[in-house]
């Protein structure tokens, strides 16, 4: 083994799964005050996806099985699955096991990971950490949401903006650099995106017999917007730096896809080539933890990515959080 090399998590297999349902935005402009313009150009998003018959557990174990059938391996060679959600089916059981069973995992440990859209990220981080001191040896990654339920559908501020869908990235230990990644929270700013509560699911009926309002995410547009493009670069210089590489040596950006002003104004700041930063949120919408491996499966099956190739990823969002990892890519396809 080379000096530098150590045994580090190698992306051997990716899978997605989004829902049939398309729904663009015309059909949103028909039910409440907004318009195709508007949100093409404040978003760069054309339509996106719903969940109907799908579910956070059925897309999870769709995108996961894709994943493992590309690596070519058995289930009952996963040690673990970790599930990014922030709209899980249920609070528990936790997806993961649902995967676990589905995919008949059988030597698998599975557990779900919340950080609401930096959660694909940080269960990335949390399999290479598993993985590089040896406790596991292969590692489901998914990151799969529902989030179009947890949407108010009156309010145009959020309900323009999320899509549902899942990916899946399956990770194996081999000979490779290990990476550290740059990862942060800040729960000081956490009122700027809220989800519902548990306690607001235990609906209460006042004295006129109504049930108590359901709650939905709310969302200081503007405030997440101005952390996402100050916070993203920084922490990919930050990553950077850790990993004493420079902005030259990365072949692709992947972003979180949240916004396509986002990732422009990111690359901007980096003085970086907007072709470096592929997107598909034009299609998908923010659909949160899933949005990065929903796009590294699709330039993984488009023969985008290339054996060798270094890419960033960076996540950012509620809590809120933020993280940015580097990995080099090994799949030939
Ligand atoms: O995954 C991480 C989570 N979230 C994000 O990354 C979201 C980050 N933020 C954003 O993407 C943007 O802030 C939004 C797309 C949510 C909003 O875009 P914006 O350019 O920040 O708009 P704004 O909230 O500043 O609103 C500008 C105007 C307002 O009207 P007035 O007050 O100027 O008359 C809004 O009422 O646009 C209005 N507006 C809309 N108009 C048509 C807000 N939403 C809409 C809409 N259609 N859907």
Known sequence: MNKEQTITGVIRGTGACVPKRILDNKEIAGFVDTSDEWIRERTGVRRRRIAEKETTV?????????????????????????????????????????????????????????????????????????????????????????????????????????????GA?????????????????????????????????????DKDGRESKTEYITMNGKDVFQFAVRKVPQVIQEVLERNELFLEDIDWFVLHQANARIVDAVARRLRLDIGKFPMNLQDYGNTSSASIPILLNELNRKGVLKKGQKLVLAGFGAGLSWGASVLDWDLER
Request: negative net charge; contains cysteine.
């Open 58 to 166: 059925s897309m999870a174990c769709e995108a996961g099985r894709q994943a493992v059938e590309e690596a070519g391996i058995s289930p009952d060679e996963i040690d673990m699955i970790l599930v990014a959600t922030g709209s899980p089916d249920q609070i528990f059981p936790c997806t993961a096991c649902r995967v676990q069973e589905a995919l008949g995992a059988d030597g698998a440990v599975g557990f779900d990971l919340n950080a609401a859209c930096s959660g694909f990220l940080f269960a990335y981080n949390t399999a290479q950490a598993y993985i590089t001191s040896g406790i596991c040896r292969t590692v489901l990654v998914i990151g799969s949401e529902s989030i179009s339920r947890l949407v108010d559908w009156t309010d145009r501020g959020t309900c323009i903006l999320f899509g549902d869908g899942a």
């Open 169 to 205: 990235v399956l990770l194996q230990a081999a000979e490779g650099k290990t990476y550290r990644p740059a990862a942060h929270s800040d729960g000081s700013g956490g009122a700027a995106l809220t989800g519902p509560g548990v306690r607001n699911r235990i609906r209460s009926i």
